[in-house]
């Protein structure tokens, strides 16, 4: 959990704005601070791409770019350590990173390995751009070791986009995965051929039914996580339904929680969303299971379930719309037996179920054989369930 510069200032560089500087990240660790956001488990303040120079040191060290970062990265890490929270960098694994043409570490794995981890850096990603000279594996493989070999505990976000099936071998090399293409701030955006990387599309609807149709219970697991990208909670471009169920979805799945919104200017809608501590419980849950697609309708309902660690389960009510533009509200029910609660001797029309709407924080009581909502389009109900 955390926050991430790509998308804050630049719509995930739509507007074309390098989202970084020292000033922005120093900001960003006081703001998750004093909104308590810290205390919630959001410990992560990454750097995206664009705080290197375009050139390496005359050492041939990775260097952050003097005019954003005039004190060096080792200050502002040091910054960010004070804060009690930890600092992620980016680099790629190609020969250049993704933008501005920016050294990749392609030849430079176990150089960058250290000179990152020696400004205490505790995160890094390594981007795809520029991808050469080896397999996937091999290449994520090779940078892997070398933070290994480091000794410092680093958490590696491994971004190849989904390809070559990272979600088969992705939790062997790194704590995390992309799983697909970039995520845009919208809800329906672009296809299957439009971004670099696999999925169905960028938008939160399409992640979602790329998600479904990868079964994140089969992959997810504890330090293997499967990266649908950053939330873009509550731009212009996606509003409050839209942004909730976003985090809805990251948090069934187990998923990162990496805002990568302003924080600074944090709304009261923004933080509704970002601080339900019963939504962040089944994001967190021991279980480190993703939740699954059990059910989807014509109408565009779907509903989706999750193991949690003490036997109960989290269900979402989800209205899709299938994807399209009107706010139609349909019915979405989920039945005890969907969701593998069959009592073996009288039939699931006979499990009582006790039911809480996470995001109302509201329990809404006990149902037999099941349970049904109406569902504005896009909109979610969120629920944890107990057998009674
Ligand atoms: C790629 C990645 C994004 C972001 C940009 C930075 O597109 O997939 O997440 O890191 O590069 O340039």
């Not at 303040?45 to 041939?60: H, Q």
């Not at 059910?295 to 994807?323: F, I, M, P, T």
């Not at 049904?372 to 389009?377: F, M, P, Q």
Request: one cysteine or more; proline letters at 3%; charged letters at 25%.
């Amino acid at each position: 959990m955390g926050w991430n510069s790509w998308c804050t200032d630049s719509l995930c560089n739509l507007l074309g704005k390098d989202p970084c500087s020292e000033t922005l990240v120093k900001e960003t660790a006081d703001s998750i601070v004093s909104n308590g956001l810290d205390k919630l488990g959001y410990n992560y303040v990454a750097l995206d791409d664009c705080w290197s120079d375009t050139k390496r040191d005359e050492n041939g060290h990775l260097q952050p770019e003097a005019k954003k970062f005039p004190n060096g990265m080792k200050a502002v890490a040091d910054y960010v350590h004070s804060k009690g929270l930890y600092f992620g960098l980016y680099t790629s694994v190609g020969d250049e990173t993704c933008k501005g043409k920016r050294p990749g570490s392609l030849g430079h794995f176990v150089d960058d390995a250290n000179t990152l981890t020696s400004w205490g850096v505790d995160m890094i990603k390594m981007d795809h751009c520029g991808r050469k000279n080896g397999t996937d594996p091999e290449l994520y493989g090779a940078m892997s070791k070398a933070l290994n070999a480091t000794g410092r505990p680093v958490l590696f976000s491994l971004c190849n986009w989904g390809e070559d099936n990272v979600w088969e071998w992705g939790s062997s090399l790194a704590q995390m995965y992309r799983i697909q293409m970039d995520h845009l701030p919208f809800w329906k955006y672009g296809t299957n051929s439009s971004s670099a990387g696999v999925g169905y599309g960028q938008g939160t609807y399409d992640i979602i039914e790329w998600m479904a149709t990868l079964q994140p219970s089969k992959w997810t697991k504890e330090f293997g996580w499967m990266d649908p990208d950053f939330l873009m909670t509550e731009y212009l471009t996606m509003d409050f339904i839209s942004s909730r169920t976003e985090y809805t979805f990251w948090s069934l799945w187990s998923s990162p929680l990496l805002i990568s919104t302003d924080l600074r200017k944090i709304s009261k809608k923004k933080m509704e969303i970002i601080s339900n501590e019963e939504v962040i419980a089944i994001n967190q849950d021991s279980s480190n299971t993703g939740g699954d697609r059990v059910h989807k309708g014509g109408d565009g309902g779907q509903v989706w379930a999750r193991d949690l660690q003490n036997g109960e389960k989290c269900v979402v009510l989800y209205n899709s719309g299938n994807g399209g533009k009107g706010k139609k509200a349909v019915t979405v029910a989920v039945t005890w037996d969907m969701i593998g609660w069959t009592a073996t001797s009288t039939g699931a029309e006979n499990v009582v179920v006790e039911v809480r709407d996470l995001w109302n924080k509201k329990t809404l009581g006990q149902f037999t054989g099941g349970y049904n909502a109406t569902i504005d389009a896009r909109d979610v109900q969120m629920l944890r369930v107990k057998k009674v």
